[in-house]
T-cell receptor
Framework: EAGVAQSPRYKIIEKRQSVAFWCNPI?????LYWYQQILGQGPKLLIQ????????DSQLPKDRFSAERLKGVDSTLKIQPAKLEDSAVYLC????????????FGSGTRLTVV | DQQVKQNSPSLSVQEGRISILNCDYT??????FLWYKKYPAEGPTFLIS?????DKNEDGRFTVFLNKSAKHLSLHIVPSQPGDSAVYFC???????????FGKGTRLSVIA
């Protein structure tokens, strides 16, 4: 089966600019996650979708970050305006059901804010 | 507040020897634990998991041990191979009903 697709792979922007990331999960996977991984840290959950509804966005900085999952398939994560501390790898993952069976991660988007 | 801790940022092991990666957790609601492996420029990939009803799970060269009373788990790789060189993340969840919480990772280097 095809894996989780993410684009772009790399992005460099200036602070205060906006950026968007795209994720296409594994076909049929109802649950989609966006994680932020800052260098030297483990992945940190930003938002969890179940189909096209938000399950958990408690750690999403809502003043600058937004995410949507239209039609319960693809998802986009947006940052506006970006700050230097947003430099990180943004990982998208999907799972068929409960997380106990593991997530499948995409390769991530490496964002550098200068 | 780190709920999953990997206190060793790096580990270096000779090829053929055992690699032991450690993980501690603080949240007693966690009952399912997973290890992920990450190569540079790739996403983490699932390696092995263990439920709290077990104290050991084995898959080929990889074995995970769980000590619930100590809130500690470890991943053993025997024998270690150069291709095992990667960053290993420990993750935990509450019956899969909560999103995975990850540790900071341990970078394993297997020296030929």
């Amino acid at each position: 089966e095809a894996g989780v697709a993410q684009s772009p792979r790399y992005k460099i922007i200036e602070k205060r600019q906006s950026v968007a990331f795209w994720c296409n999960p594994i076909s049929g996977h109802a649950t989609l996650y966006w994680y932020q991984q800052i260098l030297g840290q483990g992945p940190k959950l930003l938002i969890q979708f179940q189909n096209n509804g938000v399950v958990d966005d408690s750690q999403l900085p809502k003043d600058r970050f937004s995410a949507e999952r239209l039609k319960g398939v693809d998802s986009t994560l947006k940052i506006q305006p970006a700050k230097l501390e947003d430099s990180a790898v943004y990982l998208c993952a999907s799972s068929a059901g409960q997380g106990r069976y593991g997530y499948t991660f995409g390769s991530g988007t490496r964002l550098t804010v200068v | 507040d780190q709920q999953v801790k990997q206190n060793s940022p790096s580990l270096s092991v000779q090829e053929g020897r055992i690699s032991i990666l450690n993980c501690d957790y603080t949240n007693s609601m966690f009952d399912y634990f997973l290890w992920y492996k990450k190569y540079p420029a790739e996403g983490p990939t699932f390696l092995i998991s263990i439920s709290s009803i077990k104290d050991k799970n084995e898959d080929g060269r990889f074995t995970v041990f769980l000590n619930k009373s100590a809130k500690h788990l470890s991943l053993h790789i025997v024998p270690s191979q150069p291709g095992d060189s990667a960053v290993y993340f420990c993750a935990a969840t509450n019956s899969g009903n909560t999103p995975l919480v990850f540790g900071k990772g341990t970078r394993l280097s297997v020296i030929a």
